[in-house]
């Protein structure tokens, strides 16, 4: 068994060196500078550590044991299960994009042979794997599904910045296209896995069970958001409120705060797509969504609010953002809803200065069009909105950072004290 991974991202490259430490792996991706890096043993998103890549690292594409990456096709054709895990985003209007996808099916195509397994990771709707993933595998090929070749699907459960529940430490949902392939593909993850695997009946009940994880996250942070724009005009403290709340047993420990990233803030999308598809408007799904994109203007409107009570002059004052990631310890800002505070911000005519100790400079740049202060002491703010808790930031001393009437927003409820508002 040769294993060929394709995409090396935050899903791919610790799902391949997992793998790697067991079995002979091809790890594929288009970015030469990923490859290069990841060669050096590596790796920017900083998921897998250089001591623990360099173990399972090889030079030469052989069947030994071990990792290789690669940019060039050809290097997948002795593969005999492919494992397809590149994003699957959404576009401007909030559709589905399974362009990543297709691709990455055309490609597969290509080097695929009898008897040969393709397994998707991809976060899709219930029926993408089968509907439209493998009548790209049949066409381009030439083969019969589930004569010649099969298929499976096993949805990530890649937590980014979590140290403690690692791949290997997420119990693995798994399914194939027939019971023998899903018996054959629930052993070759359960083979590394330590925390074990469950084999749905099908693939699209595990398509169905991943789009429904994060949606479900989604749908309660937004109910926990709500809640902190009506205890907001109540006056009333929301994490006060939650953890009084929190003292009974059964009481879900859901925060307020921003939701992007490129899985909660993405995937109820997915599975938007597919209910409006077969005729039913999703109401629970999208009011989830619409509040909690609602949250990023929301914080903005609060600093300004808080600004106005102290009179300092909204126009040309000089507002930190700390944070610009997703999500805390973690360098990603795909989708990242701070720029939403951002935005906002600037609209109201503010300077606004970005500090971020986790975040790529040069990407930032790439997709947001700012520069990333590389110093955050060098000058004095009117306002303060810490937007993501980084532990970088539990040192951080404010007060150097504060001008002589200044406001602290804190939407992480990060700060034990010394704060003027937080959600």
């Known amino acids: 068994m040769k294993l060929g991974i394709i995409g090396l991202g935050y899903v791919g490259l610790p799902l391949a060196r997992l793998f790697a430490s067991r079995y002979s792996v091809v790890g594929y991706d288009i970015n030469e500078s990923r490859i290069e890096d990841l060669s050096k043993a590596y790796d920017h998103t900083g998921e897998v550590e250089e001591h623990i890549l ?9 069947d030994d044991q071990g990792l290789y990456c690669t940019t060039l096709k050809e290097d997948l054709k002795n593969v005999t299960v492919f494992i397809i895990t590149v994003p699957t985003p959404i576009d401007k209007n909030n559709t589905p994009d399974l362009s990543p996808l297709i691709i990455a099916s055309e490609l597969v195509a290509h080097y695929l042979k009898t008897g040969d397994i393709v397994i998707y990771e991809s976060t899709v709707y219930p029926g993408v794997t089968e509907e439209i993933c493998v009548p790209i595998l049949e066409k381009e090929s030439g083969l019969k599904f589930n004569t010649d070749f099969y298929a499976g699907y096993s949805p990530e459960r890649i937590n980014p910045g979590d140290k403690i529940h690692t791949v290997d430490k997420i119990r693995k949902v798994t399914s194939g296209s027939t019971e023998e392939i899903a018996s054959k593909v629930d052993e070759l993850y359960a083979s590394v896995i330590t925390a074990g695997t469950y084999k749905a009946a099908s693939i699209k009940v595990a398509e169905a069970a991943k789009v429904i994880e994060n949606s479900q996250r989604d749908i309660n942070i937004a109910f926990v958001n709500e809640l902190a724009k009506i205890f907001n005009l109540l006056n009333i403290d929301t994490q006060q409120v939650l953890e009084a709340a929190g003292t009974k047993w059964n009481f879900l420990p859901f925060k ?30 999208l009011a989830g969504r619409k509040l909690n994109d609602s949250m990023g203007p929301f914080v903005a409107s609060q600093v300004a609010k808080l600004m106005a009570q102290k009179d300092i002059k909204l126009k040309n004052s000089k507002i930190l953002i700390l944070g610009i ?11 990242t809803r701070v720029i939403d505070i951002i935005n906002d911000l600037k609209e109201y005519g503010a300077n606004v200065s970005v500090f971020d100790p986790q975040a ?3 990407l930032v740049k790439k997709e947001y069009g700012f520069e990333l202060l590389d110093e955050v002491y060098k000058n004095k703010f009117n306002a303060i909105v810490l937007a993501v808790g980084h532990r970088e930031f539990e040192t951080l001393d404010i007060n150097k950072l504060k001008a002589e009437n200044a406001i602290v927003y804190d939407v992480k409820g990060f700060f034990k004290e010394g704060v003027d508002g937080r959600l």
């Open 54 to 62: 360099k173990q399972v690292l090889k030079t030469v594409n052989s």
């Open 256 to 285: 307020p705060g921003l939701v992007g990233g490129h899985c909660i803030g993405v995937d109820p999308y997915y599975l938007a797509q597919k209910a409006m598809q077969v005729g039913y408007h999703p109401e629970i799904i």
């Open 325 to 335: 990631t997703f999500k805390e310890n973690c360098p990603d800002v795909r989708n």
């Open 360 to 362: 790529d400079a040069t």
